[in-house]
């Protein structure tokens, strides 16, 4: 019998712990947090609002860091990086995906991957018709997102946060304002685009119906992570 060789830890944090607010107001976003998702892992967090979800993709994306503890991505250590080489770094190695796809309206889909490439410093060669094709978007190429449906932006989104190369995907929401057909349609191609591009992807979400495409669950209470969630 061959043993499959491990996929590589694409995130690590180790015993992360995040305050927010001030005095009476301050609170614990993130409790003493460890998590490691392995490139081309589909993990999905679920949780009440509040709960620091929100708090552990921003950490996790390098947007903030914690006030203790460590993370690393791709084997990077984030704490060690100045600010102008942290930006740098996000720039090649994450990408993010939000609720609304969060796209540029005077840019076309197309156009939408090109700004990313040049901004990655991309080949000048790059071409999107193939990434977007393989979001099923290339014939919407010339569209602004102002033509485009919500499932339609979501998969410009996934398809945009792929341009550089990213090693980790953070997903915010995703499905909240699609209706269910679309909303599984969404989900199940970020399934398959991790999966195929060896990308580990977190998805923060409250729409239960969908997890079934991911390959582990996880819950957010209180800045705490939870024991794996079944997903049958």
Do not use: W, Y
């Amino acid at each position: 019998m061959t043993l499959q060789t491990p996929a590589p830890t694409a995130l690590s944090i180790r015993n992360a712990m995040l305050e927010m607010g001030d005095g009476d107001s301050k609170v614990i976003a993130l409790d003493n947090v460890n998590l490691e998702v392995a490139a081309g892992e589909f993990l999905a967090i679920v949780g009440p609002s509040g709960s620091g979800k929100s708090s552990l993709l921003a950490v996790a994306g390098a947007l903030s860091a914690p006030d203790s503890g460590s993370v690393s991505v791709n084997g990077q250590e984030l704490a060690g990086l100045s600010q102008g080489k942290l930006a740098a770094f996000r720039l090649a190695n994450i990408g993010f995906v939000f609720q609304s796809g969060n796209l540029i309206p005077a840019l076309s889909a197309a156009d939408q991957l090109r700004l990313v490439n040049k901004l990655s410093g991309g080949p000048r060669s790059f071409d999107p018709l193939p990434l977007l094709e393989s979001v099923g978007m290339a014939h919407r190429a010339s569209n602004r997102p102002g033509q485009l449906s919500g499932g339609e932006r979501q998969r410009v989104g996934i398809a945009r946060a792929l341009v550089s190369g990213a090693k980790l995907l953070l997903v915010d929401e995703p499905t909240a304002s699609l209706d269910r057909a679309r909303s599984h349609e969404v989900v199940e191609l970020l399934a398959r685009e991790s999966r195929e591009h060896g990308v580990a992807t977190i998805m923060v979400t409250h729409d239960h119906e969908v997890l079934g495409a991911c390959d582990r669950v996880l819950e957010m209470v209180d800045g705490k992570l939870s024991a794996p969630v079944s997903v049958a």
